[in-house]
């Protein structure tokens, strides 16, 4: 079998079942043998979303916690381990993974009408159609209270006016699910690409998740039927319910990332020779290796015991930002830390750190900065919520 890890120094992988540690074993060599050998150049040059999509969909992880619909239907934990093992190649996939299936199809699986579900959930669990989430404004990102987009009735019709921010997959996107402010409240919208008024313009210049598409949704008097809006949510809990599943996601996808980096530092350092002896017998080296190691084992029983919270019903949104806070930020610490033993070579493409470090600045953002699961945190400490 697989570990967890390689160097699974605490024995987590008896903590899996047969069929997770199958599941993640399959993740892993499809990362390993058609994603990895490609990523560098896609992080330079760009994603090939549909084609990865595709893969992706095959592979069975788009959704793959849902049920019905095309769907796997595997437990959290096994959803989470795939997220680890695709984020060990890059976040931008698990990114892309993640905004599919946990934001834009479980908003259609838990919200939508049978229609939507049947119109659209077999084609995005194969990868055939491509989803996005839109909730973030250019000036409403950790407040999406205060978001401007708005739903206005137009007969049986609504109309659709405002502009979403840093919307992962936007470009690339068959539809878009898009929250927008209506007279009862917040209300999500499923837009396909191609309705008139809608446009999806592609940041770039990005310094992090390049492996990723990132854009703009423009939404000018977009006109879309009755039937358009999901009628089972209504008010910032419709969101942020999608929320809870893509962090948890990152809960266990961040890991992934950071792995990554300390198997590619071990093997840096048992190779390198500085002073005339090999890197790894130095005392200062050791004891960066053995901090990160710990954290990282901390991290995976952290994640291991909000999937079994999860997969029996009862995990809590503060639960996940434990979770998303304390993983994400020792995964970016591991992945500075690793930069630091490759030295100069650290900083290329022709190693993963610097580009996993990258990335994780992003993922310390999205999903809710770090401040704001501080704050989730402490308002459940203290009944006092500190956000505004
Ligand atoms: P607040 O008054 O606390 O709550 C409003 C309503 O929402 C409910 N609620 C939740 N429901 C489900 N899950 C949660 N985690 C929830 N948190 C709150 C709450 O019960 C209430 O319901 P109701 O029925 O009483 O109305 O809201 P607030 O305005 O004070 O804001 C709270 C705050 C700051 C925690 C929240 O707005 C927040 O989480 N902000 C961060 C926004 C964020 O995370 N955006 C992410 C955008 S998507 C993204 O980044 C994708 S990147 C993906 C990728 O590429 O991998
Ligand atoms: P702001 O909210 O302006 O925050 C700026 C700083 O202020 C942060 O440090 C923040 O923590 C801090 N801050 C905010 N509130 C408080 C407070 N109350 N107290 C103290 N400090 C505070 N969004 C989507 O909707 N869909 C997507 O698919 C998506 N994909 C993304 C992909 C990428 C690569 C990135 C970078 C972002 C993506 N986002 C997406 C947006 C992301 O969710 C937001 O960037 C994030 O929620 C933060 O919002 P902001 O950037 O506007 O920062």
Known sequence: TTPVHPFDLIG???????????????????????????????????LPAREVARNLGELGVLGMHLEGYGCAGTNAVSYGLACLELEAVDSGLRSLVSVQGSLAMYAIWKYGTEEHKQQWLPGMAAGEKIGCFGLTEPDAGSDPGSMRTNARRDGDDWVLNGTKMWITNGSVADVAVVWARAEDGVRGFVVPAGTPGFSAPEITRKLSL??????????????????????????LSGPLGCLNEARYGIVFGALGAA???????????ADRTVFGRSLASYQLTQQKLADMTVELDKGILLALRLGRLKDEGRITPEQISVGKLNNVREALDIARQCRTLLGANGITLEYP???????????????????????????????????R
Not at 365 to 384: F, K, P
Request: aromatic letters at 4%; hydrophobic letters at 40%; a negative charge.
């Open 12 to 46: 987590l992988d008896g903590l899996l079942s047969e069929e997770e540690r199958e599941i993640q074993k399959t993740v892993r060599a499809m990362g390993d043998k058609e994603l990895r050998p490609h990523i560098a150049e896609w992080f330079e040059h760009g």
């Open 210 to 235: 390049r492996a990723s598409v990132t854009s703009e949704l423009v939404l000018d008097e977009v006109r879309l039927p009755a039937d358009a809006m999901l009628p089972h949510a209504r008010g």
């Open 259 to 269: 792995r990554d980096c300390l198997e590619t530092a071990l093997s840096y350092v």
């Open 353 to 387: 750190v610097l580009r996993h470090a990258n990335n994780l600045e992003s993922v310390l953002t999205y999903e809710g900065t770090s401040e704001v699961h501080t704050l989730a945190i402490g308002r459940a400490l203290t009944g006092e919520a500190a956000f």
